[in-house]
Nanobody, 120 residues
């Protein structure tokens, strides 16, 4: 059983910072592809940032230069440091864990989501 536990969401003023964490546990490989997605009300879930098994990172254009994704392999934890937050960053942020960068996956799991609200 693979589980993801997220933390770090909350309410922050525009221009502020938050740090999200997601820790994986259970029957997982030593290295995984991990990422953060978000979903705003009325919108589809979209990729925010991801880190491949190789360590290569990818960011949505809207967060480049403001967000940083990092990973602690020993702790099976991925972080998302969010700086210079804007009202449009508001949404539910979901962590995603995959056994590999491309299909087929041995597992593909989502966290329960954590709310991020940025007041303008």
């Amino acid at each position: 059983q693979v589980q993801l536990v997220e933390s770090g969401g909350g309410l922050v003023q525009a221009g502020g910072s938050l740090r999200l964490s997601c820790t994986a546990s259970g029957s997982i490989f030593p290295l995984n592809a991990m990422g953060w997605y978000r979903q705003a009300p009325g919108n589809q879930r979209e990729l925010v940032a991801q880190v491949a098994i190789s360590g290569r990172t990818t960011y949505a254009d809207s967060v480049k230069g403001r967000f940083t994704i990092s990973r602690d392999n020993a702790k099976n934890t991925v972080y998302l440091q969010m700086n210079s937050l804007k009202a449009e960053d508001t949404g539910v942020y979901y962590c995603r864990l995959r056994s590999s960068d491309v299909e087929p996956y041995d597992y593909d799991r989502w966290g329960q989501g954590t709310q991020v609200t940025v007041s303008s």
